[in-house]
């Protein structure tokens, strides 16, 4: 349980997707602007990352791994069919994200307009797919696959909300022009990582 528990925490704070891989950047950038279409894409990223990463575990371990054919008959016991992993993960995520944008727009239709092009987007977010190579890459069982999961879109939700509190506070500050919009949000986003730098001294 420790274990778990610190494979969370560490996923949140010292690994966090945006601060410390970079990965996500264009909607983390894009969609910052308010607090409000930042908590919605947050959610949206925590639900597809949660759903696809553990069902990419599942699909690598049951179908794509050398002997993992075996269950269907012993002379499928030698296929290795992991260089399709990159494929499936990605048709996994795509799949995902269309259903979630399906349920915003029946049940949150002015969030599914304030995401706009950046929900199906989702489909490309690299912290998505990144959770579900690291899983393969650190060979997590599926329980630690699921935490990793939930820990990774939770750093990257507080990662995006944390960042459009700060610029819905910049707007009444005195900001040079040539740093207007994306300059300074460059600047704060490279602060906050230097921050979060900071959690890399913890051993878990």
Same mark, same amino acid.
């Given at each position: 349980?420790?274990?778990?528990?610190?494979?969370?925490?560490?996923? !949140?704070?010292?690994?966090?997707?945006? $601060?410390?891989?970079?990965?996500?950047?264009?909607?983390? #950038?894009?969609?910052?602007?308010?607090?409000?279409?930042?908590?919605?894409?947050?959610?949206?990223?925590?639900?597809?990352?949660?759903?696809?990463?553990?069902?990419?575990?599942?699909?690598?371990?049951?179908?794509?791994?050398?002997?993992?054919?075996?269950?269907?008959? %012993?002379?499928?016991?030698?296929?290795?069919?992991?260089?399709?992993? =990159?494929?499936? $993960?990605?048709?996994? !995520?795509?799949?995902?994200?269309?259903?979630? +944008?399906? !349920?915003? +727009?029946?049940?949150? %239709?002015? #969030?599914?307009?304030?995401?706009?092009? $950046? #929900? %199906?987007?989702?489909?490309?977010?690299?912290?998505?797919?990144?959770?579900? #190579? =690291?899983?393969?890459?650190? +060979?997590?069982? =599926?329980?630690?696959?699921?935490?990793?999961?939930?820990?990774?879109?939770?750093?990257? =939700?507080?990662?995006?909300?944390?960042?459009?509190?700060?610029?819905?506070?910049?707007?009444?500050?005195?900001? %040079?022009?040539?740093?207007?919009?994306?300059?300074?949000?460059?600047?704060?986003?490279?602060?906050?990582?230097?921050?979060?730098?900071? $959690?890399?001294?913890?051993?878990?």
């Amino acid at each position: 349980m420790e274990h778990l528990a610190g494979i969370l925490v560490k996923s !949140i704070f010292v690994e966090n997707a945006i $601060f410390a891989f970079f990965l996500g950047m264009c909607s983390f #950038l894009a969609v910052s602007k308010s607090i409000k279409t930042a908590f919605g894409l947050g959610i949206a990223v925590i639900f597809v990352m949660v759903l696809t990463t553990p069902a990419n575990y599942l699909i690598l371990t049951y179908l794509l791994k050398e002997d993992a054919l075996a269950w269907i008959h %012993p002379s499928l016991a030698g296929v290795d069919l992991t260089f399709l992993a =990159f494929i499936l $993960f990605i048709s996994v !995520i795509a799949g995902m994200v269309q259903l979630v +944008e399906m !349920i915003i +727009e029946k049940f949150l %239709p002015a #969030l599914y307009n304030s995401l706009g092009i $950046f #929900l %199906p987007l989702i489909t490309v977010n690299c912290s998505i797919l990144g959770a579900a #190579l =690291f899983m393969q890459e650190r +060979e997590y069982n =599926f329980a630690e696959t699921t935490v990793f999961s939930l820990g990774m879109g939770i750093g990257f =939700f507080l990662a995006i909300v944390a960042l459009a509190a700060v610029r819905e506070k910049l707007r009444y500050s005195h900001i %040079p022009d040539p740093l207007k919009g994306l300059g300074i949000a460059m600047i704060i986003t490279g602060l906050m990582a230097l921050a979060f730098l900071s $959690f890399a001294g913890i051993q878990l």
